[in-house]
């Protein structure tokens, strides 16, 4: 930019020197600043234009970074589902479970639980799995059923009246 003020310094310059004139040599000037001031107006707006589209641009691409972290989300949730069904059929996957005797919270893998026990690692009490075996009882979700004997505990509701 420098270079063009300098430039346009030497050519008022020059019309000074070669137009002896006064009226004719302020007219030259005077336009000459009109014909300056156009080229910077048009280049203003040019710099405005540049700049909104790069704001758009810049817009354009957060609103694609967002869309593309959704879509990344659900490809992990599917990848998680369709690889979770394949640790299910091989038998590979963890199990959460709560001691009722001290709280703690400890995960076993599938394989090792293959009795209806299993001890705490915290406190070492015997913690009953309930794997929701059928009694002859007749209630749904009976509890009181021991899974060794498969047999029901439930004291006879006759007994009561």
């Known amino acids: 930019m420098a270079n063009f003020n300098s430039e346009f310094k030497k050519i008022l310059k020059e019309l000074e020197d070669n137009i002896s004139d006064k009226n004719a040599l302020e007219t030259a000037k005077v336009e000459m600043l009109k014909l300056y001031n156009l080229f910077f107006d048009e280049i ?11 704001v758009e641009m810049a817009q354009t691409q957060l609103d ?6 959704s879509m990344d989300k659900s490809i992990k949730n599917i990848e998680k589902d369709i690889y979770m069904e394949d640790e299910m059929d091989n038998g590979d996957y963890d199990i959460e479970i709560k001691c009722p005797y001290c709280n703690e919270t400890f995960t076993v893998e599938m394989d090792d639980l293959t009795s209806a026990e299993i001890t705490c690692p915290e406190c070492n ?3 009953e799995l309930d794997w929701g075996a059928d009694c002859n009882c007749g209630e749904d979700g009976c509890d009181s059923c021991s899974l060794d004997e498969h047999h029901c505990h439930h004291e006879d509701e006759d007994d009561d009246m």
Request: aromatic share 0%; proline share 0%; net charge negative.
């Open 44 to 54: 203003t707006d040019l710099e405005q234009t540049i700049n909104d589209r790069m």
């Open 125 to 127: 009490n015997t913690i």
């Open 64 to 69: 694609i970074e967002e869309k593309l972290k």
